[in-house]
């Protein structure tokens, strides 16, 4: 069964419903929370925006999900590194993954994924609620971005790579990236709600950033199996819709 978009709703007046932080929020939009519906990139952008100021910490930053497709698609390098090399700062970067393979169509794809970069343990962490199906798009993104955000320059790292011996080069070419790990996550039961866990589990990571790096910084990653499951199928897209009527009143 392919996930329902925008397509597969009848023609409305898609009048603005909610101004939050920049970001735009239609009717067509609110119609997509009501379900079941795959949620396009503007939901996901204003429930990140939502984190941000409900949750404010110098430690993490999240990229748009517009941002983060031009990122994994990009071939300027230049526009790509003078965009990323200033997130250098933060402890916890949160993209987000899809599959879409037309660059024309920026809303286009049928899946979303999270791939996020955190410092302390120098690793890129894909999140997938279908199993490694972004494993490919989540591995392109990561390529794309994954020399520009240590705390050291490329060109340093490679004046290192010089001084040392040819056959510990290989092994030190490694160590200079941070690595890419799959991780556990919680696997949706339909082709739709991927937008969901995706909200859920930038939720748990921003709340983890906030309140437990900070005190313990021995624990690289937040336990996302213990605090998300299914049952975000059920009451997320509720929440949403509750979170929006607040917002609006």
């Given at each position: ?31 997509l ?21 409900l ?14 497709f ?26 987000t993954?899809n599959?879409n393979?037309?660059?024309?169509k920026?809303?286009?794809?049928t899946?979303?994924?999270l ?41 340093s ?28 996550t ?8 991927c ?16 309140n437990t790096?900070?005190?313990?910084d ?28 607040y917002?609006?009143?």
């Open positions: 069964m392919a996930a329902k978009t925008h397509a597969d709703i009848a023609p409305f007046k898609d009048e603005e419903v909610l101004i939050y932080d920049s970001v735009v929020l239609r009717r067509s939009d609110l119609v929370l009501e379900g079941p519906f795959y949620l396009n990139d503007r939901i996901l952008e204003f429930f990140f925006s939502y984190l941000s100021l949750h404010p910490s110098e430690d993490i930053h999240f990229v748009t999900p517009s941002i983060s031009w990122l994994a698609n990009s071939k300027d390098f230049e526009s790509l590194k003078a965009f990323v090399e200033p997130l250098k700062p933060f402890k916890v970067v949160i993209f993954v599959n393979d037309d660059m024309s920026t809303d286009g794809g899946h979303w994924s791939l996020v970069y955190y410092k302390d343990a120098n690793a890129f962490v894909h999140y997938d609620s279908i199993r490694c199906l972004n494993g490919r798009y989540a591995m392109k993104l990561y390529e794309a971005v994954k020399g520009h955000v240590s705390s050291r320059d490329t060109d790292r490679l004046e290192d790579l010089d001084r040392i011996q040819i056959k510990k080069r290989r092994f030190a070419m490694a160590a200079m990236y941070p690595c890419f790990r799959e991780y556990s919680p696997q949706q039961n339909n082709y739709y709600d937008g969901l866990y995706v909200m859920a589990i930038a939720r748990v990571i921003c709340c983890w950033c906030v790096l900070k005190k313990n021995e624990i690289l990653f937040p336990d996302i199996l213990k605090n998300v499951d299914n049952s975000v199928e059920s009451k997320m897209r509720i929440e949403l819709l509750n979170i929006i009527k917002l609006r009143t």
